[in-house]
């Protein structure tokens, strides 16, 4: 039997301003997004280790990538990270793509918390980067997805 799914609702963020936002992250300078021959998920990885390092308390400003969005015609090559904010239980796979379903504006449009929750951590990164580059709300896209409960995800932190 496979593990349940839920719909988590989140942000996305495509993988050139991500790029731009792990280099203001990890001290790298403010220089464009290159196309170099380091894989794309790396720069996850980057991400994933930086909030590693932070405090427990620092930590839970921060949220984690919990999907990539791969180009099917490169395997290492992701187009967009997925930050999740919340979820609910999955019902119907019209939740995801029908605009009718009860619960698609509810996972498809940010709440007050939601939007609470990217200003604290957009924040928390200007604040963290000495205000050397501020990144914007609007360089983000609120999206759902289906994926693990939250019960049946390994985590490693």
């Not at 979820?87 to 029908?98: A, F, M, V």
């Not at 980067?129 to 983000?140: P, R, V």
């Amino acid at each position: 039997m496979s593990p349940p799914e839920v719909v988590w609702s989140g942000y996305r963020l495509d993988i050139h301003s991500f790029k731009k936002f792990i280099m203001v992250l990890t001290g790298e300078g403010d220089c464009p997004p290159s196309d170099d021959d380091e894989s794309s998920v790396d720069w996850a990885y980057e991400y994933t280790a930086w909030r590693f390092e932070l405090s427990p308390r620092d930590r839970a400003k921060t949220p984690r990538i919990r999907y990539l969005e791969l180009n099917p015609d490169a395997p290492d090559d992701i187009t967009h990270l997925f930050f999740p904010v919340r979820w609910i239980p999955s019902k119907s796979p019209r939740q995801l793509d029908d605009p009718t379903h009860p619960d698609y504006a509810t996972t498809h449009e940010p709440n007050e918390k939601d939007k609470a929750k990217l200003d604290r951590w957009l924040t928390y990164i200007h604040e963290t980067n000495g205000g050397k580059y501020h990144f914007s709300a609007d360089m983000f896209d609120f999206t759902a997805i289906k994926d693990l409960h939250p019960a049946y995800e390994w985590r490693i932190f």
